[in-house]
């Protein structure tokens, strides 16, 4: 009696495992890229935690949160003319310096500036913990790139910031340090109480003004709250003319029609208590995108006052003055 043949696999066989083994590999690369993710927040929720504690520290030792204006050393570029050691006074926004327009727009690196503040009141070592691999040095026009394909979304210039310490999140980039005097929207149509047409960016503002008599809606804070012997008339002293700290919300998104990328200036909170609070911008590197975001405490979410400028229904006209619609004034940008 002949032996049977050895039985091998069918061709539907093999695609079945084929199919079986591709579905185990995207779930393992799945559940391996969430770990992943999972663990840098973690990590930036532990970095975060350090520096809220530098910042209750400093409330208590010093009795007030740090000043609008941080001291730092200038940088060494032409137009503004710096000498040696020269200081200029930054303001501390987590937003954007747009003195050299939209497309060399730069992040202002607020954690930097954070960190000096601390040393000029000796409360440095309050960071101490903080790992060595996280800390960096960081001139605040690095680009902004969007993780998906690689591409720059704003690409910046050296310019009005000298290169300083900075934090780094768990993907690599600078947490956000947000001032009570830089909170919300800090806009020209936020200061008007207008709102700002869907898909469009705000208006840059001075962010603080040459003196009491030039303090208008262009500017965000009086020239009082300069810091002892800086000027705000001149450009060496405050090197950064305009701000801005806008919100990008996903109906914008959909409706862009600004110049440059849609991406946000910032995540658009308000401090809660007069007490700044710091955050991550999370693994898509854009802080108007909130659930990305990475966070301890919690800022008041931004209402964003915006202008649609598609035709009015006749329906609405018709029950206008009646209905309960506001409508914009000769500064509309429709």
């Not at 001291?71 to 954007?96: C, K, N, S």
């Not at 026009?141 to 704003?154: F, Q, S």
Request: proline fraction near 7%; glycine fraction near 10%; hydrophobic fraction near 40%.
């Amino acid at each position: 009696m002949g032996r049977e043949r050895a039985r091998g696999f069918t061709l539907i066989e093999l695609l079945v495992a084929i199919a079986i083994i591709s579905l185990l590999i995207t779930i393992v690369t799945t559940v391996g890229a969430a770990a992943i993710s999972g663990g840098r927040a973690r990590q930036t929720q532990d970095t975060i935690r350090t520096v809220d504690s530098a910042v209750a520290t400093y409330l208590n030792d010093v009795g007030t949160i740090p000043p609008a204006f941080i001291a730092g050393f200038a940088p060494d570029v032409t137009p503004p003319f710096f000498e040696g050691d020269d200081t200029a006074a930054y303001p501390l926004i987590d937003g954007v310096d747009l003195t050299r327009g939209e497309q060399d727009r730069t992040v202002v690196n607020s954690i930097g500036l954070f960190m000096r503040a601390l040393d000029e009141v000796g409360l440095g070592e309050t960071l101490s913990s903080v790992p060595a691999e996280v800390l960096t040095r960081w001139d605040g026009d690095g680009n902004l790139v969007d993780e998906a394909n690689g591409t720059v979304l704003a690409q910046g210039t050296p310019g009005t910031q000298a290169e300083m310490r900075t934090i780094l999140d768990g993907w690599g980039r600078p947490l956000r340090f947000v001032h009570p005097a830089w909170d919300g929207l800090v806009t020209f149509e936020d200061n008007q109480g207008n709102a700002r047409g869907i898909g469009m960016m705000g208006t840059s503002v001075t962010p603080i003004a040459q003196d009491d008599a030039s303090f208008t809606e262009n500017t965000w804070l009086s020239a009082r709250k300069a810091p002892l012997g800086y000027d705000p008339s001149v450009d060496t002293d405050f090197p950064i003319r305009l701000v801005r700290r806008d919100f990008i919300s996903e109906q914008d998104r959909t409706n862009w029609s600004g110049t440059g990328a849609p991406i946000g200036d910032s995540d658009g909170g308000y401090a809660v208590g007069n007490v700044p609070y710091i955050y991550s911008a999370g693994k898509d590197g854009d802080p108007s995108t909130l659930d990305g975001n990475v966070y301890t405490v919690e800022p008041r979410r931004p209402v964003i006052p915006t202008f649609d400028c598609s035709p009015v229904p006749a329906t609405v006209l018709a029950e206008w003055p009646s209905g309960p619609f506001r409508i914009r004034t000769a500064d509309s940008t429709c």
